[in-house]
């Protein structure tokens, strides 16, 4: 059974951190691109981050670089979103995706609620 498992949102005051992690199972996790997206209300939901299957190549939305860092571990099947230097304008469901793009899969979680507000 595949599982994303998205923890470590929450209130947070313009200019703090968070850090999201996403625990994967249930499929070869070494295989498929991570990424993380978001969805603000009354937005469509947006590409921030993403990491390519071995780690080699991240890529990030113009809007958070800079300021957000992803990574990824290999051996406990976890991917992060480390968020500095945060903004109104960062509030959003945020939700981690597994990708193969040479099979069309997708998997999601169920996403995390991260809101920056003084």
């Known amino acids: 059974q595949v599982q994303l498992v998205e923890s470590g949102g929450g209130l947070v005051q313009p200019g703090g951190s968070l850090r999201l992690s996403c625990a994967a199972s249930?499929?070869?996790?070494?295989?498929?691109?991570m990424r993380w997206y978001r969805q603000a209300p009354g937005k469509e939901r947006e590409l921030v981050a993403r990491?390519?299957?071995?780690?080699?190549?991240?890529n990030y939305a113009d809007s958070v670089r800079g300021r957000f860092t992803i990574s990824r571990d290999n051996v406990k099947n976890m991917v992060y979103l480390q968020m500095n230097s945060l903004k109104p304008e960062d509030t959003a469901v945020y939700y981690c995706n597994a990708h193969r793009e040479i099979v069309a899969i997708d998997y999601w979680g169920q996403g995390t609620q991260v809101t920056v507000s003084s």
């Open positions: 249930g499929f070869y996790f070494n295989m498929y691109d």
């Open positions: 990491i390519a299957n071995f780690g080699g190549t991240t």
